[in-house]
């Protein structure tokens, strides 16, 4: 119970400092998808990495906002937990998807990623979006 706790105080925190800060540094986080190619429809993985320039990265979740018709997230988040890299400067998740229908299909995945930025003893709440190209068939 505690722990749900902590989640929401930092998810509340999050929104307050983002409003206050406005615009984020937009070299500051960079993200980028890069997703499996398919020969024909199944599973999908889809890996998101997230890097921080002069920065160390102390927290941070990523969300699928958004597929293509012919693809399904398994999941829509993954947290810090789940996360299969944790450097300073550098965090990598996987993420699972499933494409249906027939034969050839193309289109995007785009996701979310939050995070928590320090430099120094100062740390701020910052986010970005990156999309990753899928394709299905030959």
């Known amino acids: 119970m505690r722990r749900i706790g902590q989640v929401l ?11 206050a800060h406005g615009d984020p ?13 398919l ?7 889809c890996d998101v990495e997230l890097r ?18 012919f693809i399904l997230p398994l999941r829509g988040r993954a947290g810090p937990r789940e996360a299969t890299t944790h450097e300073d400067d550098l965090w990598r998740w996987g993420l699972g998807l499933v494409t249906r229908g027939r034969g050839r299909g193309e289109g995007d995945v785009t996701v979310r990623v939050r995070a928590v930025v320090c430099r120094g003893e100062e740390c701020v709440p910052e986010q970005t979006t990156a999309r990753g190209h899928v394709l299905v068939g030959p």
């Open 52 to 69: 921080t320039r002069d920065a160390t990265l102390r927290w941070a979740d990523v969300s699928v906002v958004e597929v293509a018709d």
């Open 39 to 45: 020969a024909a429809p199944g599973r999908l993985r």
């Open 9 to 19: 105080a930092l998810l509340a925190f999050l929104a307050r400092a983002g409003e």
């Open 25 to 37: 540094d937009p070299t500051a986080l960079r993200a980028s998808v890069t997703c499996d190619h």
